[in-house]
């Protein structure tokens, strides 16, 4: 899907997808986690475009299927659901590929629409391995199953969905992987012991959608402008921007829409004090601090008041992870931006 204004470039993101597409173009599995409004659907997007793979994949993209999992699709939680959610991505993703199309759409006809009248769960599970075999071995195709807003999934689906799963990449090994947008770690949304299989797929291999570098902060300013015909004229008002928001798109979005009242030269654009009593600047933090787990709340919290001066390793590591913890030297850290470091200092 196009965005509104300038498209963004073939590096926006590339210290994530760098990794990510070396992980598919291997077949491995990972999983990448990243706090609220990171732009997780904003990477999402850009990573489907086809120039991009392309960029990306060499040689290989035109024999690469990136199938998006939406979660906001599924009709259930539940073995059906996934499944069938699973079968439709699949045959739609295919459907657009020259060598794929009669075979998409005959299967569409003769294996999906019929399922859809009759929902059987095994069924389902058959059909879509048995789909997942033709396009892999006999149309020689690598295929990706990409798992977006998988949390609650991730908790709530039963323990054989990820057996299955795994038995699947195992039947079409070096030609299928995973790759599962997470905003928490997996062991800290259901033990990996009653998944251990699927687990041991992604486990080795994470990467973390923190804040925005300069660049890609830019970039999504120059598409705000576009999109509100409110273009900034001053030089330095990118890079406070960049600096007060610590690079966090949600906050980038919020501060860019000040703008509209708030003239660039005005020294409250800096003042972190009257910026946190903005409506819109103070929800994007509420949302960000939302979406972590009680134990991140608290341990971020604790660090502002000076009431810990060492996290437990691995809080430590979920919050370089997410990006929310910055190093400043060898030793010592800061919170990733001025603004949520003083919504963290407000809270009790």
């Not at 980038?252 to 703008?259: I, N, T």
């Not at 933090?285 to 919290?301: D, Y």
């Not at 590591?317 to 919170?335: A, H, M, N, W, Y």
Request: net charge negative; hydrophobic share 35%.
């Amino acid at each position: 899907m196009l965005e509104i204004g300038p498209q963004h470039t073939l590096n926006y993101r590339h210290d994530i997808l760098s990794p990510l597409f070396d992980y598919i173009q291997s077949t491995e599995s990972c999983f990448l986690i990243g706090a609220g409004s990171m732009g997780k659907t904003r990477l999402l997007d850009h990573l489907m475009r086809q120039d991009v793979q392309q960029n990306y994949l060499g040689e290989q993209a035109n024999k690469t299927l990136l199938i998006r999992m939406d979660m906001n699709r599924i009709s259930e939680l539940s073995e059906w659901g996934i499944y069938e959610l699973g079968l439709t991505s699949l045959l739609q993703t295919g459907g657009l590929q020259p060598e794929l199309e009669k075979f998409a759409k005959d299967s569409i006809n003769d294996l999906l629409k019929p399922l859809l009248d009759r929902p059987d769960t095994l069924k389902a599970l058959r059909y879509l391995e048995l789909t997942i075999g033709g396009i892999c071995r006999q149309n020689n195709f690598k295929l990706c199953f990409v798992f977006d807003e998988f949390d609650e999934a991730y908790r709530q689906l039963p323990a054989k969905v990820f057996a299955h799963l795994r038995a699947i990449r195992d039947a079409n090994k070096n030609q299928l992987s995973y790759t599962v947008f997470l905003r928490n770690l997996p062991h800290c949304l259901r033990p990996p012991a009653d998944h251990e299989s699927f687990y041991e797929l992604l486990s080795r291999n994470l990467i973390g959608i923190g804040p925005y570098n300069l660049t890609d902060a830019n970039e999504m300013l120059r598409q705000l402008e576009a999109r509100r015909s409110l273009f900034i004229q001053l030089p330095n008002t990118r890079e406070n921007l960049f600096r007060v928001s610590g690079g966090h798109p949600g906050l980038l979005q919020a501060l860019f829409g000040l703008l509209k009242e708030t003239p660039e030269g005005d020294p409250h654009l800096v003042n972190t004090n009257w910026l946190i009593g903005q409506e819109p600047v103070k929800e994007e933090c509420r949302k960000l601090f939302e979406s972590l787990t009680n134990e991140e709340r608290q341990s971020l919290t604790d660090f502002v008041h000076g009431r810990v001066t060492m996290l437990s390793p691995d809080m430590h590591k979920g919050l370089l992870i997410k990006g929310l913890l910055k190093p400043e030297d060898q030793t010592t850290f800061r919170v990733f931006s001025p603004i949520f470091n003083l919504y963290l200092q407000k809270l009790p």
